[in-house]
């Protein structure tokens, strides 16, 4: 059973990567290599290009690795090599917390907080600093641009970033950098000659893995960056990422057109870039793991003899036979080295600093997105009809009119349904998969399947959702918007997520544990049901957390999967509400009562959200402080 489970993520990989390229082969044989240079989307001429959505996809991708990695390093170096030791666990859980906000939340605060300052002071700003002239011309764009694109795509990156790097910096053996210490190295000096170098690895990786969430991010690039197709002609030009695009346009075409199937060539292309991203990331973080595991990273470099031991040659007695007068080179030897060691301390304490900065850059955001959906959607959320009633019909409030806010009750239903039928088919594959990677599969086919179902988890899900849609298409077209179709786009979502948690859960399981088993007579699978998951169970439930959260903030998948609907659920093979596209749907809609309801329901997914992230933490710190084998 656990080998057919692990069989099945190669087999759902190959499915994945098959039915996008049949889908799309038309439009790959009509447009060759040229669809990559193409610039138009003309559909009534059948004319069509990916390449101001490329271009739009790279850029913004790349200016927002170029802001978050400074910061991301900032916050991985305070909280392992600055912070005290009594304030690091908070801070690691706040930044954290912000990794768990869903891409609709930040999309929504993006629209509400990030496009009112760019349109008012920040582009304005740019503009006159540059006298109107390039690259910061007049813009007309209002703040929906690839600039405020980037800064959406650098907040949601960065906790990605910097917990990798942090966890890469944890890995380096702590001698390094007390050796570094011992020899009269400031703090800062001790981590950039000592740590950075070792962990160099870690963090390239942890970058590779930021690109590649930047590049497949959907939901709140499209909620901000203009949606216009064009090749930008500056960073305040309008324009439309792969992901984007594809969203926008994906349920208005008929799927035997060729728009249709440019489109499909899109998400292949995306696919394509992600994944080679996503190879390359995995491929460091495993050298990286397999270095640290074997304690031998990289060394750190050897220094010049210690500016301590100049002080003390400077400062020490004369020598014997010089009449008492210590020489004159001793003299403007300490007068550099003190010069120097003040130098040294302002560097210290200006990177410390900076660092402090970086932490509050990175914790704004969600203190931001937090008040703003609490002003918003506070009003709402204060009723208990809210989470009862049906949504409303749009309307305006004036002084002959009032209007009934509603509720969303049917999207809170219908994503409970969705979730709980992703759970019960990806918990057990996931659970079996990850079984016999770590219990089976010490051969070339278990790190297959264990390094695949890592390069899922950085799949866009608005990829795996088009791939669940054109599987319906194919198999049951009258299902392919339904809460089946979406139950089985969330499922996707959560068995590389499942698999990947319940291989690190096993794998902290001490090998002693089994073999004790063992030595009393049980059978291997006894052992590994009995014994193993036993002790690895709250590790287990973190993980199914965490793939859960992820599948209840999805929006991409589920646009293109569950379709929408303002009742309440009715089959399995009718379409379906849920929050998230429930949010997309309405949080700019010119009717009052149902941006109030979108307020809401934002509100109540965050919540839902941050508590599943606290639950999960206190698992993991109740499963670290439980005695072994219990």
Same mark, same amino acid.
């Given at each position: 059973?656990?080998?057919?489970?692990?069989?099945?993520?190669?087999?759902?990989?190959?499915? !994945?990567?098959?039915?996008?390229?049949?889908?799309?082969?038309?439009s790959?044989?009509?447009? &060759?290599?040229?669809?990559?240079?193409?610039?138009?989307w003309d @559909?009534?001429?059948?004319v069509?290009?990916?390449?101001?959505?490329?271009?739009?996809t %790279?850029l913004? =991708?790349?200016?927002?690795?170029?802001l978050?990695?400074?910061?991301?390093l900032?916050?991985?170096?305070?909280?392992?090599?600055?912070?005290?030791?009594w304030?690091?666990?908070?801070?690691?859980?706040?930044v954290?917390?912000?990794?768990?906000?869903?891409?609709?939340?930040?999309?929504?605060?993006?629209?509400?907080?990030i496009?009112?300052?760019?349109?008012?002071?920040?582009?304005p700003?740019?503009?006159?600093?540059?006298?109107?002239?390039w690259?910061?011309?007049? =813009?007309g764009?209002?703040?929906y641009?690839?600039?405020?694109a980037?800064?959406?795509?650098?907040?949601?990156i960065?906790?990605?970033?910097?917990?990798?790097?942090? @966890?890469?910096?944890?890995?380096v053996?702590?001698?390094?950098?007390?050796?570094?210490?011992?020899?009269?190295?400031?703090r800062?000096?001790?981590?950039?000659?000592?740590? !950075? /170098?070792?962990?160099?690895?870690?963090?390239?990786?942890?970058?590779?893995?930021?690109?590649?969430?930047?590049l497949? $991010?959907?939901?709140?690039?499209?909620?901000?960056?203009g949606?216009?197709?064009?090749?930008?002609?500056?960073?305040?030009?309008?324009?439309?990422?792969?992901?984007?695009?594809?969203?926008?346009?994906?349920?208005?075409?008929?799927?035997?057109?060729?728009?249709?199937?440019?489109?499909?060539e899109?998400?292949?292309?995306?696919?394509?870039?992600?994944?080679?991203?996503n190879?390359?990331?995995? /491929?460091?973080?495993?050298?990286?793991?397999?270095?640290?595991? &074997?304690?031998?990273?990289?060394?750190?470099?050897?220094?010049?003899r210690?500016?301590?031991?100049?002080?003390?040659?400077?400062?020490?007695?004369?020598?014997?036979?010089?009449?008492?007068?210590?020489?004159?080179? #001793?003299?403007?030897?300490?007068?550099?080295?003190?010069?120097?060691?003040?130098?040294?301390? /302002?560097?210290?304490?200006t990177v410390?600093?900076?660092?402090?900065?970086?932490?509050v850059i990175?914790?704004?955001?969600?203190?931001?997105?937090?008040?703003t959906?609490?002003?918003?959607?506070?009003?709402?959320?204060?009723?208990?009809?809210?989470?009862?009633?049906?949504?409303?019909? &749009?309307?305006?409030p004036n002084?002959?009119?009032?209007?009934?806010?509603?509720g969303?009750?049917?999207?809170?239903?219908?994503?409970?349904?969705m979730?709980?039928?992703g759970?019960? %088919?990806?918990?057990?594959m996931?659970?079996? *998969?990850g %079984?016999?990677?770590? $219990?089976y599969? #010490?051969?070339?086919f278990?790190k297959?399947?264990?390094f695949l179902?890592?390069?899922m988890?950085?799949?866009?899900?608005?990829i795996?959702?088009?791939?669940?849609?054109?599987?319906?298409?194919?198999?049951?077209?009258?299902?392919?918007?339904?809460?089946?179709? /979406?139950?089985? *786009?969330?499922?996707?979502i959560?068995?590389?997520?499942?698999?990947r948690?319940?291989? $690190?859960?096993?794998?902290?399981?001490?090998?002693?544990?089994?073999e004790?088993a063992?030595?009393?007579?049980?059978?291997r699978?006894?052992?590994?049901?009995?014994?193993?998951?036993?002790?690895?169970?709250?590790?287990?439930?973190?993980?199914?957390?965490?793939?859960? =959260?992820?599948?209840?903030?999805?929006?991409?998948?589920?646009?293109?999967?569950?379709? &929408?609907s303002?009742?309440?659920?009715?089959?399995?093979?009718?379409?379906?509400?849920?929050?998230?596209?429930?949010?997309f749907?309405?949080?700019?809609?010119?009717?009052?009562?149902l941006r109030?309801?979108a307020?809401?329901a934002?509100?109540?997914?965050?919540?839902?959200?941050?508590?599943? =992230?606290?639950?999960?933490?206190?698992?993991?710190?109740?499963?670290?402080?439980?005695?072994?084998g $219990?």
């Amino acid at each position: 059973m656990a080998g057919l489970a692990a069989l099945g993520i190669l087999v759902l990989l190959a499915l !994945l990567t098959g039915f996008l390229v049949e889908s799309a082969w038309p439009s790959l044989t009509h447009f &060759g290599i040229g669809f990559l240079f193409g610039t138009v989307w003309d @559909e009534p001429h059948n004319v069509f290009g990916a390449g101001p959505a490329i271009v739009d996809t %790279i850029l913004t =991708s790349l200016f927002a690795l170029l802001l978050a990695v400074p910061i991301a390093l900032g916050v991985a170096i305070f909280l392992t090599q600055i912070a005290p030791a009594w304030l690091r666990r908070p801070l690691t859980y706040v930044v954290d917390l912000s990794a768990a906000i869903p891409s609709v939340v930040y999309g929504f605060w993006a629209f509400f907080v990030i496009v009112p300052l760019m349109n008012s002071t920040i582009e304005p700003g740019l503009t006159s600093l540059t006298g109107g002239r390039w690259p910061f011309p007049p =813009s007309g764009s209002l703040g929906y641009d690839l600039l405020t694109a980037t800064l959406v795509l650098t907040v949601m990156i960065l906790p990605t970033i910097a917990a990798i790097s942090r @966890e890469s910096m944890l890995a380096v053996p702590r001698i390094y950098r007390e050796s570094a210490l011992s020899l009269g190295a400031t703090r800062w000096e001790a981590t950039r000659m000592a740590v !950075l /170098g070792p962990a160099r690895t870690g963090i390239v990786a942890g970058i590779m893995l930021g690109l590649g969430r930047a590049l497949g $991010e959907t939901i709140a690039v499209t909620m901000v960056i203009g949606n216009v197709y064009i090749l930008p002609g500056t960073i305040f030009s309008p324009g439309a990422t792969l992901a984007s695009w594809i969203v926008n346009n994906f349920s208005e075409l008929t799927p035997a057109s060729l728009a249709y199937q440019a489109l499909l060539e899109m998400a292949l292309i995306l696919l394509a870039i992600t994944v080679l991203v996503n190879v390359v990331a995995r /491929g460091l973080l495993w050298r990286f793991g397999s270095a640290t595991e &074997g304690g031998s990273p990289d060394r750190p470099r050897r220094h010049r003899r210690s500016r301590r031991s100049l002080v003390l040659a400077a400062t020490s007695p004369a020598e014997p036979g010089t009449g008492g007068e210590p020489p004159a080179w #001793r003299a403007r030897v300490a007068a550099g080295v003190r010069s120097r060691l003040v130098r040294r301390r /302002g560097v210290q304490w200006t990177v410390v600093g900076l660092t402090v900065l970086c932490l509050v850059i990175a914790i704004a955001p969600l203190a931001s997105v937090i008040l703003t959906l609490a002003r918003l959607g506070g009003p709402a959320v204060v009723q208990p009809s809210f989470y009862t009633s049906l949504p409303p019909l &749009g309307c305006n409030p004036n002084p002959f009119t009032t209007c009934s806010l509603g509720g969303i009750g049917p999207a809170i239903q219908g994503t409970f349904i969705m979730l709980g039928l992703g759970a019960l %088919i990806a918990v057990p594959m996931g659970l079996l *998969a990850g %079984i016999y990677v770590a $219990e089976y599969g #010490r051969n070339s086919f278990g790190k297959l399947v264990g390094f695949l179902a890592d390069v899922m988890t950085g799949i866009p899900t608005i990829i795996l959702g088009v791939f669940v849609f054109v599987l319906f298409i194919y198999f049951d077209h009258n299902a392919a918007l339904s809460a089946l179709s /979406g139950g089985v *786009a969330l499922s996707v979502i959560m068995i590389p997520i499942v698999t990947r948690a319940t291989i $690190e859960a096993l794998r902290s399981v001490p090998t002693g544990v089994r073999e004790s088993a063992t030595a009393l007579g049980f059978p291997r699978h006894r052992v590994t049901v009995r014994v193993v998951l036993g002790s690895a169970r709250s590790a287990l439930v973190t993980g199914i957390l965490l793939a859960a =959260s992820r599948a209840l903030g999805d929006t991409a998948a589920l646009l293109l999967t569950a379709g &929408g609907s303002s009742f309440w659920f009715s089959s399995l093979n009718t379409q379906t509400a849920a929050l998230t596209p429930f949010i997309f749907a309405n949080f700019a809609s010119s009717y009052q009562n149902l941006r109030t309801d979108a307020y809401g329901a934002a509100l109540v997914l965050l919540a839902m959200m941050l508590g599943i =992230s606290l639950v999960a933490r206190l698992a993991v710190r109740s499963g670290a402080a439980a005695p072994e084998g $219990e």
